[in-house]
């Protein structure tokens, strides 16, 4: 086990360089499935949970090749079923699904654990495959799923929190290879799900609507092989510019996307950061003073509810009262106890944390929970006096590409250490 020992108190400056998005590469390495022709997708990022999903993918026959930051998959022939530990250990591999039904017709994977964010149902992801003709059970911890045939249909999946994104890529996966027409009604408009409707589309799908609430598939015989750039991770680039605000510095982010930034950006500035756009690079640093804000999290464009505890970190610096909402999970305040351990002021309040900001953070030994609760943990060492030291930061390798090293070249005082 491995943990991170932050000296805090250092102004973060300089260039950092955005890696592919997790949350896109999972459905699209998942999406080679849907051909027997080899796919090469560019921009990978080098985590454990892209690992994860190169073993899944070899345990179904593919053969996966990483030269550098690229992987080639070739699922010349797919057998039978997802490794049940492997699938059951990492959520997001839940795609596998619906291009397992697309292109065999038949799948066996085991139920997605829930996590500490929240419960996680799937019970949208199974709607959708019915209607497309699945017959599905649930049998002893798997999804068994049958379709001898898959025939379009009209579907509405939003549920209770809005869109589900990987729901929306397990019935677009499935749909592709359907017989005739798809309407999915309520889909996720996520960025990571527009990638995977156009590396769909390079593969030789017909999708329209992708990136809308509305995504018509219609249906063709076979895909073909096709190479596919990742894009920039949102999240971690939402990560280091609230970073940079929190820590007082100056981080220009190479590669981000501000057009999947909007609300991010738009809060950043709404608290007193400075957002410059000028020349094409995207540059985020402290302003005068930092202001309260309230935040919702909401599906996209609305704020990622992936980048709500980092937030929570910036507002433990801003004098006054801040309040955010988490709309989308049930339970993804697991930051708020390991915050106050630093001497932050946060109650929580149904769904909403009540943050007194304004005064001073100091280290202290913190615990990691799950992959964002860790990114916040990190910026708020890297915010406060003294030595902080966040145990158990495996779960930050599952999502974010060598933070320690991108945080060293930014002038941060951060050690990993073996436990
Ligand atoms: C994806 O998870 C992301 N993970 C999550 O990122 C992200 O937080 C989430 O989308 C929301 O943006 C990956 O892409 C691998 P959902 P997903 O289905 O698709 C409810 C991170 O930190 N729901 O959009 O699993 C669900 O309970 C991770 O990178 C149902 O009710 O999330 C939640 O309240 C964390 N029934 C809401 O919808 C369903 O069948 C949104 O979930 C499915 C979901």
Redesign the pocket.
């Known amino acids: 086990m491995y943990s991170l020992s932050i000296q805090g108190g250092v102004p973060l400056e300089g260039e950092v360089t955005i890696s592919g998005a997790?949350?896109a590469v999972?459905p699209v390495l998942a999406a080679t499935l849907l051909t027997r022709e080899p796919c090469t997708v560019r921009r990978v990022p080098n985590l454990s949970d892209v690992a994860f999903m190169g073993k899944i993918l070899s345990s179904l026959g593919a053969r996966v090749r990483v030269h550098g930051d690229s992987m080639t998959v070739q699922a010349a022939k797919t057998s039978g079923f997802g490794d049940y530990e492997l699938v059951r250990k990492m959520?997001?591999s839940i795609c596998i699904l619906g291009p397992l039904l697309g292109r065999q017709r038949e799948a066996r994977v085991s139920l997605p654990g829930g996590c500490v964010?929240?419960?996680?149902?799937?019970?949208?992801?199974l709607k959708g495959l019915r209607a497309l003709g699945a017959q599905i059970a649930i049998d002893g911890g798997y999804i068994c799923a049958r379709a001898p045939r898959l025939r379009g249909a009209e579907v509405f999946l939003g549920?209770?929190?809005?869109?589900?994104?990987?729901?929306t890529a397990n019935v677009m996966m499935a749909a592709v290879l359907a017989e005739g027409v798809t309407i999915i009604e309520g889909a996720?408009c996520?960025p990571?799900v527009v990638d995977l409707g156009h590396f769909l589309t390079a593969m030789g799908a017909r999708i329209g609507g992708i990136g809308s609430p509305t995504i018509t598939v219609t249906g063709v015989p076979e895909l073909h092989g096709a190479e596919h750039e990742v894009i920039p991770d949102r999240?971690e680039a939402a990560t280091f510019a609230v970073a940079a605000a929190a820590t007082r510095g100056t981080v220009t982010l190479r590669g981000a996307r501000p057009d999947h930034l909007s609300a991010v950006l738009d809060k950043l500035q709404e608290a007193g950061a400075r957002v410059d756009r000028a020349g094409g690079a995207l540059t985020v640093g402290a302003g005068r003073r930092l202001r309260p804000l309230d935040v919702t999290t909401q599906p996209y464009a609305g704020f990622?509810?992936?980048a709500q505890a980092q937030m929570m970190v910036l507002m433990t610096q801003a004098p006054g009262i801040s309040i955010i909402t988490e709309r989308?999970?049930e339970s993804r305040f697991m930051h708020v106890s390991e915050l106050a351990r630093l001497g932050a002021d946060i109650t929580i309040e149904g769904p909403s944390a009540v943050v007194k900001g304004g005064k001073p953070l100091s280290g202290a030994p913190v615990m990691a929970s799950d992959?964002?609760a860790s990114a916040a943990l990190v910026i708020a060492g890297l915010v406060a006096r003294g030595e902080t030291r966040v145990k158990r930061i495996y779960h930050l390798d599952r999502?974010y590409e060598q933070l320690d090293r991108k945080l060293r070249q930014l002038g941060a005082r951060v050690q990993r250490l073996q436990e």
């Open positions: 997790k949350n999972l959520r997001g964010i929240g419960s996680r149902p799937i019970d949208l992801h549920g209770r929190a809005g869109p589900t994104v990987l729901g996720a996520e990571e999240i990622p509810t992936d989308i999970f992959l964002r999502g």
